[in-house]
């Protein structure tokens, strides 16, 4: 495949993300933070995120299982998913997030049990797209090209 | 020494290479905000823990501190008082959560400017803006103290704490620091004429672990009791160090200490107040006496009214002890029977911790005293007969509960359970006392402890009268947060210092500064509610019809249970914004690091002013009998609170009336809820 065309594609599955609501406002300025000095800055962010979501939902799991549900601490690793996803435009995550906390201030366990499910599944999905994406990515510059600079006009 | 030069000298690369501290225990935000701030091309520093970061700023100089709210190692709020107190920088908040009250909290607590995740470029290239601020009204509060050797600047007073003070005087609590930012322009443009700011820059100096060394150094030798700006000087012998410069640091670090010693005594108050505490005195204390002190302060400026009503002396006596000092007062004034609930609320500890939230004081009863604290030793009067209305009232056991829930103001005020009232001293108290007077007794007792040592304190402050109106301006003006806040909440606290000996005295003023806010409370609910001197503060606010807040922050108190002191935080402002005076707004600021310190995990805050008050112990050895000399001097001046006492009765009575059915309206499940989260902060 040419540079040209991997680059359109990229492109449009990097819109269709917006869309989606995958990715927000958010992700577009870490792409503006990108540059020579920091080539791989999106790349490193994202991986932090998950890395980081991965503890935090496996330690939300564990507190969910409890006997005696702690809601308080539950929610402070809500809220701190929530802080970062919103911090790399993981928008559909954050979301997740909202509800869950709402549920964790009701005391509601079973909502919250599938709050939990329901973030745990946007964090995967989100995690293949931005794969993906980055992928494509990796196509274009091994090919010579460079990647386009995304702007949010639709 | 490291002395910086006004702004001037940096101005044209400025903001370029501003040194910036960067605290997320979240590595992601973390990194996000590195890169965005390196964009800015600011110097970035980053760390995850909050105790690493006090080390590389004592270590290193910077010029801002951006911190996030939730960290697992130290709450963002007691991290923030700290920087302000310790150094005096500006300080940035960050969080995911952008309710109004948690806001609020911060804008109390001092910090300069609060930030929502995710954090947007466009943001960050502006916040050089709060160091060049904070530069500004430094400079032009030591020129103007300078030229005139009164306290009575207080346009100057509030100009120079980053706009804590200005939200004080407005009395608007909402007015985020954008307000607070003009504010402190109008403040400057009302001082004095013949200051120009921009002229007469002086430049900043910065208290490096070295200087401050010295600092303590002097001020043991001289005894704390007799540590006075131009001695200290003297004998620090450091060039180019003005006395203004050092009379402000004095504020600050009086403050501290009384925060420490307060929590320690407060603890042990608290334990002996519990018995007694009674809710009707509460309300009395708390509110009324918030409402008199403005009344009688007349001043928008917070510090200066609040402390003008109340003689100094007398008043602050009188805080010291049982309510703001909480852990002095209580025990010496033993006319404030602080057992009451009232006492507990006063949560002296964190009350003391603020420094000198003098809002909390309405809450519970120590309100009378907290509102001495700052005023003149002309007028006093007011915080004294607080005091003593508040000793007669307080039953011990509903006061207890009150206080202690200081850590959550906001739902304190909906349960009204608990004598809620306190507010303030309640608060701390409070939060974790709530529901069962046992859980209350012991956390008044660690209440009482802190309390106590915080007093001791402010009455050292308020004892060098003319010193201290001179220092407080300064050190409200130029601790920003902290200093300032400290005297004002410490007035108020004191009142609602549940401190078992102080409590006495607290009564008094609580009652006349709580009153309206403390009735409402206590008989609510949370316990948590009363606490919250914010949670007065709304009653009162409400009340009088100004503040529309009060509603709002109250309601988002649940969630802020872990913050813990935002409660007073709130307290102090909405309190600020009904009464003209602005003490209240001085109360907020104040409070609001009060109150932080107490609400929030009163373990942490304990455990903080352990290690605080061990480190001081560890430089000062002169420390307790400083306390001892302090106490006395408070006893001497709680005299004069008495006088002040009858109009602030007045005043509370009717505030009584007004919280009570305010009381009714708040959501009792605010206070439930924010209880149970509170606690398990």
């Given at each position: ?154 | ?175 985020k620091r954008k307000d607070q930012d003009d504010e402190e322009d109008e403040e400057q443009d009302n001082g004095h004429d013949n200051e120009d700011p921009s002229a007469q ?67 042990a108050n608290m334990v002996a107040a519990l018995g007694s505490a009674d809710p009707s005195y509460l309300r009395m204390g708390s509110m009324s006496g918030v409402g008199h ?389």
């Amino acid at each position: 495949m040419e540079v040209g065309q991997m680059q359109r594609q990229w492109l449009d599955y990097t819109r269709s993300l917006f869309i989606e609501g995958f990715l927000d406002g958010q992700f577009l300025q870490l792409e503006q933070l990108q540059d020579d000095n920091n080539p791989d800055f999106v790349v490193e962010v994202v991986s932090l995120f998950f890395q980081d979501s991965h503890k935090l939902l496996n330690d939300l799991t564990i507190a969910l299982d409890q006997k005696s549900v702690d809601f308080k601490k539950i929610d402070a690793h809500v809220h701190q998913l929530k802080g970062s996803s919103s911090s790399i435009g993981a928008q559909r995550v954050k979301n997740c997030c909202i509800a869950f906390r709402n549920f964790c201030e009701e005391q509601n366990t079973d909502a919250c049990l599938k709050c939990l499910h329901q973030v745990k599944q946007e964090c995967c999905l989100v995690k293949n797209k931005l794969e993906t994406l980055f992928r494509l990515e990796q196509q274009i510059m091994a090919a010579g090209g460079s990647i386009p600079m995304m702007e949010l006009s639709f | 020494m490291t002395m910086e030069n006004g702004v001037d000298d940096s101005s044209d690369q400025f903001p370029k290479g501003m040194r910036v501290l960067a605290v997320d225990d979240d590595p992601t935000c973390l990194m996000v905000l590195e890169t965005l701030l390196r964009r800015c091309q600011y110097h970035v520093t980053t760390t995850s823990q909050a105790i690493k970061a006090l080390k590389l700023l004592r270590e290193n100089k910077f010029d801002l501190v951006i911190s996030d709210v939730h960290m697992p190692d130290m709450d963002g709020f007691k991290l923030l008082e700290l920087v302000g107190l310790e150094m005096d920088l500006p300080v940035i908040m960050l969080s995911a959560n952008g309710d109004t009250k948690l806001v609020m909290k911060g804008i109390s607590h001092g910090a300069c400017d609060y930030l929502l995740k995710p954090v947007r470029i466009e943001e960050l290239k502006n916040i050089w803006q709060h160091v060049i601020r904070r530069k500004k009204f430094d400079s032009k509060e030591k020129n103007k103290t300078r030229n005139s050797d009164k306290p009575n600047s207080e346009t100057g007073n509030v100009v120079g704490s980053a706009g804590t003070g200005k939200s004080e005087q407005n009395g608007k609590l909402n007015k985020k620091r954008k307000d607070q930012d003009d504010e402190e322009d109008e403040e400057q443009d009302n001082g004095h004429d013949n200051e120009d700011p921009s002229a007469q820059k002086k430049p900043r100096v910065v208290w490096s672990v070295e200087l401050h060394r010295k600092f303590v150094a002097a001020v043991n030798q001289l005894g704390i009791d007799k540590a006075v700006p131009k001695k200290i000087l003297d004998l620090m012998n450091v060039e180019k160090l003005t006395r203004e410069n050092v009379a402000s640091h004095l504020q600050k670090y009086r403050l501290y200490l009384k925060r420490i010693s307060c929590v320690a005594n407060q603890q042990a108050n608290m334990v002996a107040a519990l018995g007694s505490a009674d809710p009707s005195y509460l309300r009395m204390g708390s509110m009324s006496g918030v409402g008199h002190l403005q009344a009688l302060s007349g001043s928008g400026q917070f510090p200066n009214n609040a402390f003008r009503s109340f003689p100094p002396n007398g008043m602050v006596s009188r805080l010291n002890t049982p309510t703001g000092l909480n852990v002095h007062g209580f025990p010496s004034s033993g006319a404030f029977h602080l057992g009451q609930s009232q006492n507990l609320n006063n949560s002296s500890v964190e009350q003391l911790k603020y420094l000198s939230s003098i809002v909390p004081v309405n809450q519970n009863s120590v309100h009378g005293m907290q509102v001495p604290m700052g005023l003149d030793p002309l007028q006093n009067n007011k915080g004294v007969i607080p005091v003593q209305n508040l000793t007669t009232g307080i039953d011990a056991k509903t006061n207890f509960p009150v206080s202690n829930k200081l850590p959550d103001p906001q739902s304190r005020v909906t349960s009204g359970a608990d004598p809620p009232l306190l507010g303030n001293s309640n608060n701390a108290l409070m939060l974790e006392a709530r529901p069962q007077d046992t859980q209350r007794v012991i956390e008044y007792e660690n209440l009482a402890s802190s309390v106590p040592s915080q007093h001791s304190e402010l009455p050292f402050s308020l004892l060098d009268q003319g010193r201290y109106s001179d220092n407080w301006s300064n050190a409200v003006q130029s601790s920003g947060i902290q200093t300032g806040s400290y005297p004002s909440s410490e007035s108020f606290r004191q009142t609602a210092i549940p401190a078992t000996d102080n409590m006495a005295s607290l009564p008094l003023q609580e009652g006349n500064l709580s009153v309206s806010s403390s009735i409402s409370l206590l008989p609510n609910q949370s316990y948590n509610s009363l606490i919250d001197t914010h949670s007065q503060s709304v009653i009162l606010a409400n009340r009088t019809g100004h503040v529309s807040n009060n509603d709002v922050p109250f309601q988002g108190w649940d969630d802020h249970n872990q913050d813990g002191s935002y409660p007073s935080n709130v307290v102090c402002s909405t309190i600020n914004t009904v009464t003209p005076v602005s003490s209240a707004v001085c109360h907020t600021p104040m409070n609001s690091t009060l109150h932080r310190n107490l609400d929030f995990n009163y373990g942490d805050s304990l455990q903080m002013k352990r290690d605080a008050v061990a480190k001081l112990a560890a430089k000062e050895t002169s420390l307790k009998p400083h306390l001892g000399n302090i106490m006395n001097q408070q006893k001497s001046q709680q005299s004069h609170f008495s006088n002040n006492v009858g109009s602030l009765e007045d005043l509370v009575s009717s505030m009584m009336k007004q919280e009570q059915d305010e009381m009714k309206l708040l959501d009792g499940d605010f206070i439930c809820d924010n209880y149970s989260g509170g606690i398990s902060m």
